[in-house]
């Protein structure tokens, strides 16, 4: 699928990955250009770090290319991988298929992955999510195993609580419960909100003609789940987030401040709360949901300039 934007770096083939029982798709994207040293690690320069994406609802590896090039140009690696339930990972049938359990396994699969390619570099680990992966780094953040070792968790729209524009119904809601217990593969067509994803035509276009996207599948599991992570972080039972968020780490929320899909006011409740002592929120006037993929040139350029100047000043 084509997007209207043009990569100034090469993009890297697709490799695969077994690891419980599933084969994932993922992308290695390396710094380019280094200044500090050379061209390449060769020439003994090293990226200034690396980035692990985590992507949405539905989404898939390729929707983050723009925002990985970004970086490579700007002297970062990235990594993002198709989540258990999407992308080349989960095709046909198996879209939707995933739960908590694996959500947290997977992503330490690949937290593991990078620390074993960085540590011996000497580079640091940042995570980054975007909506539903917004809210999986957050809550790895407080319950990872390897929290400690990243630098950095930043999200992208969060997931914390929906806007009140997405909500379900109330009686949708007190069933849900029973639904994600006695039918958790039952897989529901939630709709792809364009209009609450970007306010950009040209985009919103192109993700109507993404058949990976389009329809957009969850199974009655994977919503449940995702929605039961996002109320831990926003109501903090048991102190979740005050008792186990690595004070020593940093965090940053990037928000528009026009979505409608994920609550912004959320993303401001959760940053309040956090007990680490570096921590940045950021709200963009006039943006809506997909404010490092799915925006106009200008808009998301600014967004990029903010991330990439929150990991400059933290990848020392």
Not at 62 to 82: I, K, P, W
Not at 203 to 210: N, T
Not at 274 to 291: E, N, Q, V, W
Request: hydrophobic share 35%; glycine share 10%.
């Amino acid at each position: 699928m084509s997007y209207p934007y043009t990569l100034t770096t090469p993009e890297p083939e697709l490799q695969y990955e077994e690891f419980d029982g599933a084969r994932f798709g993922y992308v290695e994207w390396p710094a380019q250009g280094l200044p500090w040293g050379g061209e390449a690690e060769s020439d003994g320069a090293r990226p200034r770090g690396r980035v692990l994406l985590v992507h949405g609802f539905g989404e898939y590896t390729r929707v983050q290319n723009r925002l990985m090039d970004h970086l490579a140009q700007h002297g970062y690696e990235s990594l993002s991988f198709d989540q258990r339930g999407a992308g080349t990972t989960s095709p046909g049938k198996l879209k939707g298929r995933t739960d908590e359990q694996h959500t947290m396994g997977d992503l330490e699969h690949f937290v593991a992955k990078s620390l074993e390619e960085c540590e011996p570099r000497g580079i640091p680990l940042f995570l980054w999510g975007h909506s539903m992966g917004g809210g999986i780094v957050l809550s790895y953040a407080c319950r990872g195993r390897a929290r400690h070792k990243v630098r950095g968790f930043a999200a992208s729209g969060p997931l914390i609580a929906l806007h009140a524009h997405s909500q379900p119904a109330a009686v949708t809601r007190a069933v849900a419960p029973l639904l994600a217990k006695w039918l958790p593969r039952t897989r529901i067509d939630t709709g792809l909100d364009l209009e609450g994803i970007t306010s950009d035509r040209e985009y919103r276009a192109a993700m109507a003609k993404d058949t990976q996207l389009v329809p957009l599948y969850g199974t009655f599991r994977q919503i449940y789940d995702f929605l039961e992570r996002g109320k831990l972080l926003d109501k903090d039972g048991g102190a979740y987030v005050r008792k186990n968020f690595p004070a020593d780490a940093a965090v940053a929320v990037f928000h528009g401040a026009d979505d409608t899909i994920n609550d912004p006011a959320a993303s401001q409740r959760f940053i309040e709360r956090c007990p680490a002592t570096d921590k940045t929120f950021k709200l963009y006037k006039g943006m809506r949901h997909s404010i490092f993929s799915m925006e106009s040139e200008d808009a998301v350029q600014q967004v990029f300039a903010d991330f990439v100047e929150w990991l400059d000043q933290r990848a020392q």
